[in-house]
């Protein structure tokens, strides 16, 4: 391992355990949910859920300087970083799309990363952590318990082009108790 990034271990124990495996489970989870036709705030919502997942996740593989952990902390020696596993240009994209408000933030939604591109990443993702999986420890692997992949990673659905939607006023009043009729 040549990454100089130490956590204690407790705290590595901690994102094996927990913190990896709910990436892995929120990027999958948000990909199905981003793909069904749903009114704008909650597909954009839900679509960048699923790209800071993503981003995590890449960081996380990569061995990026913005993720604590390096893959090869819980692998055999043998296990070598892929830093290509997904286009040099899809990190920079999602920053611009998402959490990032500088004069370069994607306006566009010919710059936005869409349901084929998310198709994209989560293949990629996905061949990783079969790959990671593959490479743990003896004693890595027997505490590995991230959910099931999906039987087949599904292509993307067709954009069904613009959507509206009305909010409508919440009763945020309480409501009147009812009283027992006896």
Known sequence: MTSNKKPAPHLKEEFFTQHLPYEIDM?????ELARVPKP???HDALAESFLMHARNLIEFFQDRPSCDFDPRMFTVGSYQLNKDFVAEQVLPRINRQISHLTVKRTSH??????PRDWALILRA???EIGRFTKALTRDNAAKWAPPEPPAETPG???D?????FVLRRANLTAQPKLRDAG
């Open 109 to 114: 939604d010919t710059e936005k990363l869409g």
């Open 125 to 127: 993702l996905e061949d």
């Open 40 to 42: 704008p705030a909650e």
């Open 27 to 31: 990027l999958r989870a948000t990909y």
């Open 160 to 164: 069904p082009g613009p959507r509206t």
């Open 156 to 158: 993307p659905t067709p």
